[in-house]
């Protein structure tokens, strides 16, 4: 069984810093593409980061130069180190996984809240 968990997510001043977890069971992350996504009140999910099997990483426009997704293989987690964060970066963020089997998983999110 597959199971994604996200901690790390928290309130935090305009300007500040969090760093998202999501630790995985059931499925190797290396052999996965991942991603981060996030949803605001009132809003579509949208993607903010992903992370290929050979390391390749993509940022969306929200989050390009403040965000930073990384894996450790060894702990089988994912992690998004997101600084300078903004009030719109309110959201709950979900971390996906694309297993090789062609199946997407998801984590139950966890919420940010940034206060201006």
């Known amino acids: 069984q597959v199971q994604l968990v996200e901690s790390g997510g928290g309130s935090v001043q305009a300007g500040g810093s969090l760093k998202l977890s999501c630790a995985a069971s059931g499925v190797i992350l290396s052999r996965c593409g991942m991603g981060w996504f996030r949803q605001a009140p009132g809003k579509e999910r949208e993607l903010v980061s992903s992370?290929?099997?050979?390391?390749?990483?993509t940022y969306g426009d929200s989050g390009k130069g403040r965000f930073t997704i990384s894996r450790d293989d060894a702990k089988n987690t994912l992690y998004l180190q997101m600084d300078s964060l903004k009030s719109e970066d309110t959201a709950v963020y979900y971390c996906?996984?694309?297993?090789?089997?062609?199946?997407?998983?998801w984590g139950q999110g966890t919420q940010v809240t940034v206060s201006s």
């Open positions: 996906q996984a694309a297993a090789p089997w062609l199946r997407n998983y």
């Open positions: 992370i290929s099997t050979n390391g390749a990483t």
